[in-house]
Nanobody
Framework: VQLVESGGGLVQAGTSLRLSCRASGLIWDNDAIGWFRQVPGKEREGVSCISSHDGPTEYADSVKGRFTISKDNAKNTLYLQMNSLKPEDTAVYFC?????????????????WGQGTQVTVSS
């Protein structure tokens, strides 16, 4: 089982990025999956997640209205559309899968993680 993120980069504040997370070796639609981010010296925090079978989604308050999570089951790919980016969105972004069907922004229940992709937003 493997998750591979892509799409990170260096952008200016106010612009957009779309992150992708491609999965292999698991039945994508059966699992809740999510996006998390981490900056050095801080704990990993939940950004957004989507429950199994295209169920309910959740967003951190800090990204509501700016970020949108989606997935393409045919491509086994999870996306995070990030608009109106702010310098405080700078972090390494990870996708992850949990064995629960209902997603949560708590990282500790996620057991499979990608390697992360760096997002840097300049002011």
């Amino acid at each position: 089982v493997q998750l591979v993120e892509s799409g990170g980069g260096l952008v200016q504040a106010g612009t957009s990025l779309r992150l992708s997370c491609r999965a292999s070796g698991l039945i994508w639609d059966n699992d809740a999956i999510g996006w998390f981010r981490q900056v050095p010296g801080k704990e990993r925090e939940g950004v957004s997640c989507i429950s199994s079978h295209d169920g309910p989604t959740e967003y951190a308050d800090s990204v509501k209205g700016r970020f949108t999570i989606s997935k393409d089951n045919a491509k086994n790919t999870l996306y995070l559309q990030m608009n109106s980016l702010k310098p405080e969105d700078t972090a390494v972004y990870f996708c992850a899968r949990t064995y629960y069907a209902t997603c949560t922004l708590t990282p500790y229940v996620y057991n499979i993680w990608g390697q992360g992709t760096q997002v840097t937003v300049s002011s």
